[in-house]
């Protein structure tokens, strides 16, 4: 049963920047894994930002955040970063990792069905 724990999240001013990570437990190492982040604001839908195939490769980013936002993973743990620089109020929101045991999915949340609590991100 794979688990997704987030952190990272807090305030932030405008044009600062902040990490958030994503450690993942319960999956098999022999499987592929996508591992994507998203986000949502209150009445809003969820939006994917960026996945990664957890192989290293297969990064993808929505327009929004490209040149901003960089999804990578770190080497030896099993945790998965979300940078986000330059970051504007719009990037407020509860940030979400999710993973889906196939890789190369697009960044529509309905691909992905493990997800984590979501760590909260205030930009002001």
């Known amino acids: 049963h794979v688990q997704l724990v987030e952190s990272g999240g807090g305030s932030v001013q405008v044009g600062g920047s902040l990490r958030v990570s994503c450690e993942v437990s319960?999956?098999?190492?022999?499987?592929?894994?996508?591992m994507g982040w998203f986000r949502q604001t209150p009445g809003n839908k969820r939006e994917g930002l960026a996945r990664?195939?957890?192989?290293?490769?297969?990064?993808v980013y929505a327009d929004k955040v490209k040149g901003r936002f960089f999804i990578s993973e770190h080497g030896e743990k099993d945790i998965v970063y979300l940078q986000l620089n330059t970051l504007k109020p719009d990037d407020s929101g509860t940030y979400y990792c999710?993973?889906?045991?196939?890789?190369?999915?697009?960044?529509?949340?309905?691909?992905?069905?493990?997800w984590g609590q979501g760590t909260q991100v205030t930009v002001s």
């Open positions: 990664l195939n957890l192989s290293g490769s297969g990064r």
């Open positions: 319960g999956y098999t190492a022999d499987k592929p894994y996508c």
């Open positions: 999710a993973t889906t045991a196939r890789w190369n999915q697009p960044l529509i949340p309905t691909e992905f069905p493990n």
